[in-house]
């Protein structure tokens, strides 16, 4: 069945890093834009970045751009999030997921996601 798979979340230390990753089966992922977005309790999900399938290029939410960073293998059929100088804010389950362009990911139109992973920032 397709399916994507999160993995790599865990607790971390205020300014610490994670990497996540998230692998797709079923079929390849190549052709999708692909995107990673969170759920806080009591908040809405928020996209937090995604990117292309063409040319690689990428977006960032304001609360994550310049600490995170999106990249994709495509022969390995995953994408990852690294997530650098982390902050409490940062909390939450992290998911990924595919969509025909960046832009319908943006506007929170997803086609599969995954289970999520939960990362936890400590004071």
């Known amino acids: 069945q397709v399916q994507l798979a999160e993995s790599g979340g865990g607790l971390v230390q205020v300014g610490g890093s994670l990497k996540l990753s998230c692998v797709g089966s079923?079929?390849?992922?190549?052709?999708?834009?692909m995107g990673w977005f969170r759920q806080a309790p009591g908040k809405s999900r928020e996209i937090i970045a995604t990117?292309?399938?063409?040319?690689?290029?990428?977006f960032y939410a304001a609360s994550v751009k310049g600490r995170f960073t999106i990249s994709r293998d495509n022969a390995k059929n995953t994408v990852y999030l690294q997530m650098n100088r982390l902050q409490p804010e940062d909390t939450a389950v992290y998911y990924c997921?595919?969509?025909?362009?960046?832009?319908?990911?943006?506007?929170?139109?997803?086609?599969?996601w995954g289970q999520g992973t939960r990362v936890t920032v400590s004071a």
């Open positions: 997921a595919n969509g025909d362009r960046q832009s319908a990911l943006l506007r929170g139109t997803l086609q599969y």
């Open positions: 079923g079929r390849t992922f190549a052709t999708d834009a």
């Open positions: 990117i292309e399938s063409t040319d690689g290029s990428t």
